[in-house]
């Protein structure tokens, strides 16, 4: 071996290609891990953090669309190139930005108009399970917005049906586009979305 000769990473455009992927699913890791302990520490406001985020988790969707399967998913990659960015993991497992999973906003709370998003949120998620809309593609968006809308309100860290929410984000983020839920799961996603938008109907009696 020639320890002057320079190493060839690929030798056809395909394994350029590759490498090339893999490398930037790597930049996204170190990226997003950069981006969350910074949120954390106050360097970067909701503001910036949410968009910035936004668009690190949908590049890493686009790309794991490409590598997922070679890879055998995000974990194995960070444990084969002993990657510690546990920060970067969560917020990928999750699939939503911090302002969404946490209450983040200082100007969130039990406004009509947050009342009114959050409530028809709820009700579209729940129509589309009845509707029998089973695919990842399909609920994941609708779940989010659920979210979304939940974690307006600076009470919902207190409530129960927050981790059954993040619980289904998580499960349906670790599903390919096209995947399915089987109809169990679909029954006990009814039911606990149920149980979550109950709890907040009470809530607002509450407050």
Known sequence: MNLDEEVRLYTTNAERERTENLATLYSIIVSLDLLERAYVRDSVTSKDYAPACTRLLAQYKSLMK??????????????????????????????????????????????????????????????ALKLNLRAKDQLHPLLTEVMAGYAKFKASAEWEGRAKIIHWLITLNAMQAADEITEEQSRQMLFDIENAYNEFFRSLGKA
């Open 66 to 127: 490409l590598v997922g399967e070679e890879i055998g998913g995000v974990e194995t990659f960070m444990k084969r190139y002993r990657m510690d960015h546990p920060a970067a993991l969560h917020r990928l497992t999750v699939g939503v930005p911090a302002t969404v999973e946490h209450s983040a906003d200082e100007n969130t709370g039990d406004s009509a108009k947050n009342v009114a998003e959050a409530t028809q949120a709820f009700i579209t998620f729940m129509d």
